[in-house]
């Protein structure tokens, strides 16, 4: 009897302490919306000494000024890394003077997206003098449960509306 009073005064502080953390959203995603943030971690980077040197013939006829022209022009590659429905991560990379003079990475994450309009789910319910088991189908924001009790032998059923979601 002592130990399923610990239980009871177990599982109520775990539920006081998710509705005071603002629910587990709040621990999964800690920013919702579609915001665009820009990552920029490009300082000077370390450039190894060559292992070794192979020297080419240079060919009879070369275009010096395009060569020079190309290699003082700044191009911009942007590449789409991921693009679905809950992230969007786009990379763009600037090339000069035969290198990487500049990265970006911007990402639009929508963890809306996540949540889905149907859901299934199972699990347990304990008080003090019940201990069960009970499903349940969610729809919006309408949700319908069942279970059965082991101690009473008896069955549970409710329904539920969400007021309000974080």
Known sequence: ??????????????AVGVALMGGIGWWCWPEKGGEVRTLVKWEKEYVPLPAETIH???PGAVDT?????EYFTKKVYRDTIANND???VILRDTVWQNGISDR?????FNPEAVVKKHS???GGIAGAHSFGVMGVYRH??????????????????GV???IFEW
Request: aromatic share 14%; net charge positive; hydrophobic share 50%.
């Open 104 to 108: 970006v990475v911007s990402y639009v």
């Open 86 to 88: 809950t992230l969007q």
């Open 120 to 122: 299934v789910g199972v």
């Open 160 to 162: 539920v509306y969400n």
């Open 65 to 69: 000024v395009y060569v020079l022209k």
């Open 1 to 14: 009897m002592r130990k399923r009073g610990i239980w009871v005064a177990v599982l109520a502080a775990f």
């Open 56 to 58: 080419v013939p240079v």
């Open 140 to 157: 919006g924001r309408f949700a319908v449960g069942g279970g059965w009790d082991f101690q009473e032998r008896g069955g549970r059923i």
